[in-house]
């Protein structure tokens, strides 16, 4: 057996859904870079499952498909009413949630095509209002229900602070959300794919992702690089800050990706709206730590930022919590992470690896009143 640490370069399954080759993000051929301009989030969400860009009728039905989901039961809000809400990370409480919802979704267990997509549906309109909702009553608001002429990116934003997003925040939103959809075999999407492989259900399969996304190596990198711009403060600071870190070998949060080598696509299309943010909020100094935390280090280790790198600023010059950054990015992956979970199910084969065991071997079994 050959052991391959992290299953780097191991090729685990066949997708159509999305791709990188040569550092180039495709969602079903479509360059990341022509879809960050132009689609909007729910056409991203339709492609993934469907694999073709909607007709404008097609899209006006979808878009009703989800907004008529988005609300959550009784007991789900009652629910976050009665949890510790100023104890609990935004992304436990998420991971909670998603498997409750599971309890109130009369198809939960249904396995046919039809019930999973709309399972599908329900989860990817009500995975944003389980934010919302969680983010307002732990400020003391009450929860603010949904305008079903908005887009999904609208819809977030003011059923989190009550008041009409300007359109540079819809858009900015609606971008990043476009932006991290999907990713290839991603570690969050690998591990529902491997949940869903068992035949469990949809609901498993997300609320699995939602745990492996948290991490700081993957989702959680978003808020870790808020935490480390708080941290420095200021651009004067921000080189004895990297020195420092790479010679503890301390890993930069938002920089380095097992994939890509020359850059993440993305991380451009968030660096210039991070700029623009930045500069019309007055916080320049933010857009400034980061491009020279960029620079210094692309000196010292060649590293090219990722995703989660100016992902931070953005969703901060948005006036978001800190801690909501990477239940932003669950929102918007788990249109990937059902699109991966509807294909896995689509041909499925169990998920099952081998362990090269480094142990001990032929132990001698000691009567418990023996052992010293
Ligand atoms: N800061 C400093 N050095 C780094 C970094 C970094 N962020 N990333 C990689 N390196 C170095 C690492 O020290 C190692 O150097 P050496 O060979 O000298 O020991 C080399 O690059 C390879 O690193 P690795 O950790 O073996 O690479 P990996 O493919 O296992 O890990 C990664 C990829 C994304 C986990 C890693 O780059 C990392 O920890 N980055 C910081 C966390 C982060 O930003 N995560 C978000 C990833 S992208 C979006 C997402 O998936 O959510």
């Not at 059923?159 to 359109?167: A, M, V």
Request: proline share 4%; charged share 25%; net charge negative.
């Amino acid at each position: 057996m050959t052991l391959i640490r992290g299953l780097e370069g191991i090729v685990a399954t066949v997708s159509s859904i999305s791709s990188i080759i040569d550092d180039t993000l495709t969602y079903v051929g479509y360059d990341i870079d022509v879809l960050a301009e132009n689609a909007q989030f729910e056409e991203v969400i339709f492609l993934l499952w469907f694999r073709r860009l909607p007709k404008p009728e097609e899209l006006q039905d979808f878009k009703k498909k989800l907004t008529n989901e988005m609300v959550l039961p009784k007991e789900v809000v009652d629910f976050i009413r009665n949890s510790p809400l100023q104890e609990v990370h935004p992304m436990t409480f998420l991971r909670s949630a998603i498997s409750m919802l599971a309890m109130y979704d009369k198809e939960a267990e249904f396995m046919d095509e039809f019930a999973n997509l709309r399972k599908s549906i329900r989860i990817q309109a009500k995975i944003p209002l389980i934010v919302t909702t969680f983010q307002r009553l732990r400020k003391g608001l009450e929860p603010v229900e949904i305008n079903p002429e908005y887009s999904f990116a609208k819809n977030f934003l003011y059923t989190l602070t009550g008041k009409e997003p300007s359109d540079i925040a819809e858009q900015a939103l609606n971008k990043a959300l476009v932006l991290h959809a999907d990713h290839e075999l991603n570690a969050s999407t690998f591990t529902a794919r491997v949940c869903v492989a068992t035949l469990s259900d949809v609901y498993s399969g997300i609320t699995s992702a939602i745990g492996a996304l948290k991490g700081p190596l993957h989702g959680g990198a978003n808020e870790a690089v808020m935490h480390m711009l708080s941290h420095i403060g200021d651009v004067s600071k921000v080189d004895q800050f990297v020195d420092d870190a790479i010679n503890n070998k301390m890993k930069i949060m938002g920089f380095g990706h097992r994939v890509y080598r020359n850059g993440d696509p993305r991380a451009k299309h968030l660096k210039e709206m991070s700029s623009k943010l930045c500069k019309l909020t007055n916080q320049d100094n933010l857009y400034e730590m980061s491009s020279r935390i960029e620079s210094k280090v692309m000196e010292i280790k060649n590293i090219p930022p990722n995703v989660d790198f100016y992902s931070a600023s953005v969703y901060h010059c948005l006036e978001i919590d800190h801690d909501l950054f990477t239940p932003i990015f669950a929102i918007s992956r788990t249109s990937g992470w059902l699109a991966h979970i509807l294909e896995q199910y689509d041909g499925n084969r169990l998920i099952r690896p081998r362990a090269d065991y480094s142990g001990p071997i032929n132990q001698k079994w000691v009567n418990l009143e023996e052992r010293k």
